[in-house]
T-cell receptor, first 113, second 113 residues
């Protein structure tokens, strides 16, 4: 079945560093979504991408919709301690007439002060 | 602002009990979803609904049922709780039109003793 491969699985970085993570699929997507989940909380939508090649920012976060429509990238600039959490990519797909969502396995980010 | 509200953040129940998890959204979304999230397994879809009184099985429906009597409310029911249903449960909603993001509630951490 379809799956989203997310890398890296985890990363430790120093405060102030930039962070990059990516998500790849074996299938084409028309939308890419990026979420962040804090411990014990639900995922929160960070950025939604709707067009191949699109580059969208949300504060220090920038995400890109890959040209092939099979991948997406998330960058965080000048990381701060509250960036700690798990970042998920996701994409909606329609296997049988109604939309469902497939999620990446997540990138666990830890920021060292 | 988008709001998905889950009735309990933490819940402790006993084996064999019937358990109800409630979810309410205020965005007039047609689609609603129930997931469970376990370490190493990611988000797994239990059931979803694309209209009042409509429901479809997700990837792991066994041991669960759902109810959608009103558009804004989607209930997950554990008919006879078992210890392997201890998990984080997440409710989400999205508009019927395709390719739009899901929005999640804060989650219910359910422990079955």
């Amino acid at each position: 079945g379809q799956q989203l491969n997310q890398s890296p699985q985890s990363m430790f970085i120093q405060e102030g560093e930039d962070v990059s993570m990516n998500c790849t699929s074996s299938s084409i997507f028309n939308t890419w979504l990026w979420y962040k989940q804090d411990p014990g909380e639900g995922p929160v939508l960070l950025i939604a991408l709707y067009k191949a090649g699109e580059l969208t920012s949300n504060g220090r976060l920038t995400a890109q919709f890959g040209i092939t429509r099979k991948d997406s990238f998330l960058n965080i600039s000048a990381s701060i301690p509250s960036d700690v959490g798990i970042y998920f990519c996701a994409g909606p797909f329609m296997p049988s007439g109604t939309y469902k969502y497939i999620f990446g396995t997540g990138t666990r980010l830890k920021v060292l002060a | 602002d988008v709001k998905v509200t889950q009735s309990s953040r933490y819940l402790v129940k006993r084996t064999g009990e019937k358990v109800f998890l409630e979810c309410v959204q205020d965005m007039d979304h047609e689609n609603m979803f129930w997931y469970r999230q376990d370490p190493g397994l990611g988000l797994r879809l239990i059931y979803f609904s694309y209209d009042v009184k409509m429901k479809e099985k997700g990837d792991i429906p066994e041991g669960y049922s759902v109810s959608r009597e009103k558009k804004e409310r989607f209930s997950l029911i554990l008919e006879s709780a078992s210890t392997n249903q201890t998990s984080m449960y997440l409710c989400a909603s999205s508009p019927y039109r395709g390719n739009q993001p899901q929005h999640f509630g804060d989650g219910t951490r359910l422990s079955i003793l």
